[in-house]
Structures are given as C-alpha cells and as structure tokens.
C-alpha cells in the first residue's frame, strides 16, 4: 500500500511538473508568435533571488513560502481532518481482525 501511495505520488507530481513545462513552452511560442516581448503575457512559474539568499517563488501570481506550507499544515491539524483516515484505518483494522479471530476460533473448535 505505501508503495502504491508513492508511486502515485510521484506520477502525479510528474504530471504536475509536466504541466508547468508545457505552459512554460505555450509562453515562449506566444512570444516568438507576437515576435516582441509582451510584458502582459508573464511566465508562470518566477524565481527570483534576494540579498539575503532567500529565494521568492511565484506560481500564476501567487507568492510560495514555505510559511504558508506550516500555516496550512497548522490548520489541518487544528481541524483534525489530517487524522480522518488514519482514524477510519484503525477502526477497519479492528473490525478485521476481531472477524478473523472469531473465524479461526470457529475453524479450530471443529479441529
């Protein structure tokens, strides 16, 4: 199961990644098409460098930092839906193995 999880992961990362080339490459030929570069037509996906070694990175407008990573990953612990599965795991995890062991129970008594 964890490595089913992983390679989807990966895949859909992949993907992903895939994606931003192709929209990279659909803004180059739309510069090469004009035949001038535009500034209303950006790339999307900006790095940029500061002073201070940190690097900003902006995907479609959007400002990334890892602040906002720990922010969100706060707000779903806050709300505990971050433990929804693992919970529901559990639970089946039970079930199943009070089943089995009232199955080999049974099996053995005829035994």
């Known amino acids: 199961m964890t490595r089913f999880f992983i390679k989807c992961s990966l895949l859909i990362a992949l993907l992903f990644i895939g994606v931003l ?3 990279e490459k659909a803004n180059q ?3 090469k098409m004009k035949g001038y570069d535009d500034p209303s037509l950006q790339s999307p996906v900006q790095t ?3 002073n201070n070694g940190k690097i900003d990175t902006v995907v479609m407008g959007k400002n990334i930092t890892s602040h ?3 922010k969100k990953k706060e707000h779903l612990q806050d709300i505990k839906a971050f433990n ?3 919970s529901i795991g559990k639970v089946l995890t039970n079930i199943i193995s009070s089943v089995t062991e009232k ?3 049974f099996v053995s ?3």
């Open 29 to 31: 030929g739309m510069v």
């Open 21 to 23: 080339i192709g929209m």
């Open 84 to 86: 929804f599965f693992s």
């Open 103 to 105: 199955i080999i129970d």
């Open 109 to 111: 008594s005829f035994i």
């Open 68 to 70: 906002n990573l720990e």
């Open 48 to 50: 940029q460098e500061k």
